[in-house]
């Protein structure tokens, strides 16, 4: 099993930063990738980004130039730091692992954006 523990959360404000964290631990296998999605209240979850064992970045165009990606594969964690935020970033943000076709899922962290 593989445990998800998302932080870095909270409320900012239109134009500001935030950088998320999620660490894994457990039965944890190489060559995954791990990556960040995002669910509105009332909306589907959908993808913000992720990133393969080896560095690979994939971002959603809404995030694109204004997020970055990144992990250290030594500490078995992932990192999004989130630079001019918009309201519509506003949403709880999960971290995913994906291994062997199995999909992990932190517990959330929630992101708001607001003056």
């Known amino acids: 099993q593989v445990q998800l523990v998302e932080s870095g959360g909270g409320l900012v404000q239109p134009g500001g930063s935030l950088r998320l964290s999620c660490a894994a631990s457990?039965?944890?296998?190489?060559?995954?990738?791990m990556g960040w999605y995002r669910q509105a209240p009332g909306k589907q979850r959908d993808l913000v980004a992720t990133?393969?064992?080896?560095?690979?970045?994939i971002y959603a165009v809404s995030v694109k130039g204004r997020f970055t990606i990144s992990r250290d594969n030594a500490k078995h964690t992932v990192y999004l730091a989130m630079n001019s935020l918009k309201p519509e970033d506003t949403a709880v943000y999960y971290c995913?692992?994906?291994?062997?076709?199995?999909?992990?899922w932190g517990q959330g962290t929630a992101v708001t954006v607001s003056s």
């Open positions: 995913n692992m994906r291994v062997v076709g199995t999909d992990y």
């Open positions: 457990g039965s944890i296998f190489s060559l995954n990738t």
């Open positions: 990133i393969t064992w080896a560095g690979d970045p």
